[in-house]
């Protein structure tokens, strides 16, 4: 986990350029309880974090994680996606509450990375 703030697309150039990684997926409610303690044991304090999920700029009503794969399971806050003024293209986390739609490059937050095993 990066404590040190970022946009999110800085954060996630730090993750694949820099760590051969990508921001956090959530496929699954395990990996979002996975996430969660993982969150919590490293930045307890944080709040927010950027995930990998963006808005599929050629069908703004769709989702898709960095590599490109659609999402399965959702964990939005009421009321979102909602899409204020058609900029909110990127997917924040907030611990105790889910995903909310936000401006990729308004925000800084802290991130974390992931990698496949091999």
């Known amino acids: 986990m990066y404590a040190v703030p970022a946009t999110r697309n800085a954060a996630k150039n730090e993750c694949e350029y820099i760590q051969g990684g990508s921001l956090a997926s959530i496929l699954t409610l ?6 969660l303690e993982y969150w919590n044991e490293i930045l307890p304090a944080a709040r927010t974090i950027w995930t990998g999920l963006k808005r599929n700029p050629e069908n703004r009503d769709e989702f898709l994680w960095d590599n490109g794969d659609g999402i399965q399971f959702t964990d939005w806050i009421t009321g979102e996606p909602n899409d204020i003024n058609e900029r909110e293209d990127c997917v924040e986390f907030i611990k105790g509450e889910g995903w909310n739609d936000r401006e990729c490059y308004t925000r800084k937050y802290p991130f974390i990375c992931m990698k496949s095993r091999i």
């Open 30 to 35: 395990r990996d979002r309880h996975f996430l």
